[in-house]
């Protein structure tokens, strides 16, 4: 009678460990997925959302209607756009030579290249 209960109770034993080691790793799996858990996204993201949108909008819309400065050292202003269209219908209605050549102007006084850095003396010199 012992030579065949002890094979019925070795494989119990090992069914019990197997069973009892995968109930281990299924609580670790539960514990880190309980304690490692982030806040859901969206709770107030919306909200930053909408109000980084509100304030781009209200950006947008003080530069395109009230003028100012780009660049005060080079004189450049930001018109608004119905002010800057009446001021082109003007001076190309006008004389569109005279326009043109102040429009390359202002395009050259806004975007001046800086002047060449000077090279360095070599050491072999």
């Known amino acids: 009678m012992n030579s065949e209960s002890a094979p019925d109770r070795t494989g119990l034993a090992y069914v019990i460990a ?3 080691a995968f109930l281990i790793v299924a609580g ?3 514990a880190m997925r309980h304690y490692s ?3 859901p996204l969206g709770e107030d993201r919306a909200k930053v959302r909408a109000k980084a949108l509100a304030e781009l909008r209200e950006d947008e819309a003080d530069k395109l209607q009230n003028p100012s400065w780009v660049d005060p050292t080079k004189g450049l202003v ?3 756009i119905a002010v800057a269209m009446k001021m082109v219908e003007r ?3 006008q004389n569109p030579a005279a326009a043109r050549s102040n ?3 202002r395009v050259e006084k806004a975007n001046v290249v800086p002047p060449k ?3 360095k003396p ?3 010199e």
């Open 18 to 20: 197997v069973l009892g």
């Open 28 to 30: 670790l799996v539960w």
């Open 37 to 39: 858990q982030l806040p």
């Open 78 to 80: 930001r018109l608004p």
């Open 91 to 93: 001076d190309w209605g």
């Open 103 to 105: 429009l390359v102007e």
């Open 117 to 119: 850095a000077p090279e």
């Open 122 to 124: 070599s050491p072999f």
